[in-house]
């Protein structure tokens, strides 16, 4: 392979997505910068192993593999990077689609030696057909996609998001992979942060190191009607709460919650105001979106109080696995394990 060619990622767990596993990777064989190939890492279901490697067995450039980790999108995650051949390893998400720039925006970005990482623009595709009108931008976290009060352009920033994110394959030799023990690991519970910590132990590891995002690196992911509703909403920003709390225990809270507190003190402030305003303009869902500004907050800081009890209890236990270096073929021992 050529010294910039792109392992591109999907990760997949389920056969009620199969047809939004198929657009995804339609998506990435559709990139005007092609990639140079597409590993799907199957989390622990052989019946959709099986379905997979039957559909793409023969096709061209597209390798179905099995987690080797235990469940969860961290170990699938690592599992997709110990077999990528490609000097770049991107991440989509499988129920999203890819434009057809979005590897070619993503590439442009390693023009810079020092530039580890490179993250996209993730839009919400919306089952209802539109954007519930109570639903803040400042929120699309919650249905995984780019919000409001991130910079535009191309920008430097503290992390990328999972599901629309490249790196360097290099930046796993020097860090280490995934977390295992953060983030969704088969549960019910919608929980995050992996990257958010893998982001920041990177540039611990290589304090030179840039990372970016394009915001013309763009994907569509889609957002089941399920994840429209506030009941989601609650639960999601809950969950981010708790996760919060354990990248704070990697990472220390000082950069685990760095970006939260510029967030949390200047964006949502702005948010809230917005919707009052269109309330008394009498545009609709103003009232809604300030309300539900207040309770993510409320939600998230009642998630973090609970897991940082949690935590100090009980202790928490999560390991990052080793990475071996592009061109070997086995995957090593864990590198640290937080306890």
């Not at 995650?77 to 979005?102: C, H, K, Q, S, Y």
């Not at 400042?138 to 490249?166: I, T």
């Not at 020097?174 to 977390?179: D, E, I, K, R, T």
Request: proline share 6%; glycine share 14%.
């Amino acid at each position: 392979m050529s010294p910039r060619d792109h392992s591109v990622v999907i990760c997949v767990y389920t056969e009620e997505r199969w047809q939004d596993i198929l657009d995804a990777v339609a998506s990435v064989r559709a990139q005007s910068l092609p990639a140079g190939e597409i590993l799907l890492v199957v989390d622990h279901n052989p019946a959709l192993l099986r379905r997979l490697t039957e559909e793409f067995g023969d096709g061209p450039g597209v390798r179905v593999l099995a987690n080797a980790g235990p469940r969860g999108l961290s170990a699938g995650r690592n599992t997709g990077i110990a077999a990528a051949r490609g000097a770049v390893v991107a991440f989509l998400d499988d129920d999203a689609v890819a434009e057809p720039d979005w590897l070619r925006r993503l590439d442009q970005g390693y023009d810079d030696p020092e530039v580890m990482a490179v993250g996209g623009r993730t839009l919400p595709s919306w089952a209802s057909g539109r954007r519930p009108v109570w639903f803040p931008e400042e929120f699309d976290w919650v249905v995984g996609c780019s919000y409001r009060g991130l910079p535009p352009g191309r920008a430097r920033v503290r992390n990328v998001l999972g599901g629309n994110a490249s790196f360097r394959r290099t930046a796993f030799d020097a860090a280490g992979g995934f977390a295992t023990g953060i983030g969704r690991d088969g549960d019910k519970r919608p929980l995050g942060g992996e990257e958010t910590e893998l982001c920041i132990r990177l540039s611990r590891a290589l304090p030179h190191a840039v990372l970016l995002t394009d915001d013309r690196a763009v994907i569509r992911h889609k957002v089941p009607g399920a994840r429209e509703r506030f009941g989601y909403f609650r639960t999601r920003t809950y969950a981010e709460g708790l996760s919060k709390a354990l990248v704070a225990r990697s990472v220390g809270a000082g950069r685990g919650l760095e970006s939260e507190r510029r967030y949390t003190t200047r964006v949502l402030p702005a948010g809230v105001l917005r919707g009052v305003r269109d309330f008394l303009l009498g545009r609709p869902g103003g009232a809604g979106r300030a309300g539900a500004v207040v309770a993510g907050v409320l939600a998230a800081a009642a998630g973090y109080a609970v897991g940082s009890v949690r935590v100090r209890r009980d202790g928490v236990s999560f390991t990052v696995p080793a990475i071996e270096p592009a061109g070997v073929p086995a995957p090593g021992p864990a590198v640290g394990e937080v306890r």
